[in-house]
């Protein structure tokens, strides 16, 4: 270094710029705004649903390859938690809203959990049926 300038940051603490992480994230929101943009002509889905769609599409058919999302994918996931910062913070200031409307709130998920739990353990039925019908037909012939 120069003379009087600071001595060089110890390797540990130095700043890293990860291309290929940048490269994932712009992949994944290019995704997003695709999503977003065939929601935004009509789709009857949510953006980031289609978004979802898509890339899940791209990496079946190897368009997309896992390890060109895979590190941002898992920094992100790792960091999931940062995420449910915002909605926390919005249940406190509408604290009063979701007072006055806790019956409806409180019938509305109790409902919707009813529903899954119904429709999840018919579906397990049906597979369960399906998977032993397919399973005495292949043994019997």
């Given at each position: 270094?120069?003379?009087?300038?600071?001595?060089?940051?110890?390797?540990s603490?130095?700043?890293?710029?990860?291309?290929?992480?940048?490269?994932?994230?712009?992949?994944?929101?290019?995704?997003?705004?695709?999503?977003?943009?065939?929601?935004?002509?009509?789709?009857?889905?949510?953006g980031?649903?289609?978004?979802?769609?898509?890339?899940t599409?791209?990496?079946?058919?190897?368009?997309?390859?896992?390890?060109?999302?895979?590190?941002?994918?898992a920094?992100?996931?790792?960091?999931?938690?940062?995420?449910?910062?915002?909605?926390?913070?919005?249940?406190?200031?509408?604290?009063?809203?979701?007072?006055?409307?806790?019956?409806?709130?409180?019938?509305?998920?109790?409902?919707?959990?009813?529903?899954?739990?119904?429709?999840?353990?018919?579906?397990?039925?049906?597979?369960?049926?399906?998977?032993?019908?397919?399973s005495?037909?292949?043994?019997?012939?």
């Amino acid at each position: 270094p120069p003379p009087g300038a600071p001595p060089p940051l110890p390797e540990s603490v130095r700043p890293r710029y990860d291309a290929p992480m940048f490269g994932g994230i712009g992949i994944l929101l290019l995704f997003l705004v695709a999503g977003e943009a065939l929601a935004g002509i009509g789709v009857p889905l949510p953006g980031n649903v289609i978004g979802m769609i898509l890339i899940t599409l791209a990496l079946a058919t190897g368009r997309l390859s896992l390890a060109r999302v895979e590190r941002a994918a898992a920094t992100l996931l790792d960091n999931l938690a940062f995420f449910f910062v915002p909605p926390a913070v919005g249940v406190i200031v509408h604290a009063g809203l979701l007072g006055r409307n806790i019956l409806a709130i409180t019938v509305a998920v109790t409902a919707a959990a009813v529903i899954v739990f119904v429709t999840t353990g018919l579906s397990a039925q049906a597979m369960i049926r399906f998977t032993e019908k397919r399973s005495g037909e292949s043994h019997g012939s």
